[in-house]
């Protein structure tokens, strides 16, 4: 591991480069995809991190509904922002380090979800 570790600090700036580029990408897109189709959802843009906090509170589903509704309607293992502490009640937490092809079936899942949710 220490050789790793060497060449990751002497080496991987260019792939350091691109991972954060690539992650910038997916927060811009999953931000544009929930402005203009799930409108109900809110993004707390990362600062530092690949793992973006979303407001469901829109949603109106209280305690183990919201988890439920992601896993069994929209078929994603988001984390419970309850899991958290007390404030995370009605956020779920979603991993974007992951090719944009996943990112974009998850926004779709969502989506279908919250359409068939919301009555539309």
């Known amino acids: 591991s220490l050789v790793a570790t060497m060449a990751a600090y002497e080496k991987g700036e260019e792939w350091l480069d691109q991972l954060l580029a690539h992650l910038e990408s997916n927060v811009l897109y999953v931000e544009k995809y929930l402005q203009e189709n799930i409108p109900e959802i809110k993004l ?12 469901c509170k829109g949603l109106g589903l209280k305690g183990d509904e919201l ?4 896993i069994e309607k929209a078929g994603l293992a988001l984390n419970d922002g309850r899991g958290f502490g007390p404030e995370g009640e009605g956020y779920m937490r979603m991993n974007i380090a992951c090719n944009r092809q996943t990112v974009e079936k998850a926004m779709a899942q969502l ?10």
């Open 44 to 55: 707390h843009r990362p600062e530092c991190t690949y793992l973006l906090w979303l407001n």
């Open 67 to 70: 988890p439920r509704f992601i």
């Open 111 to 120: 989506k279908a979800a919250v359409d068939a949710h919301m009555g539309r």
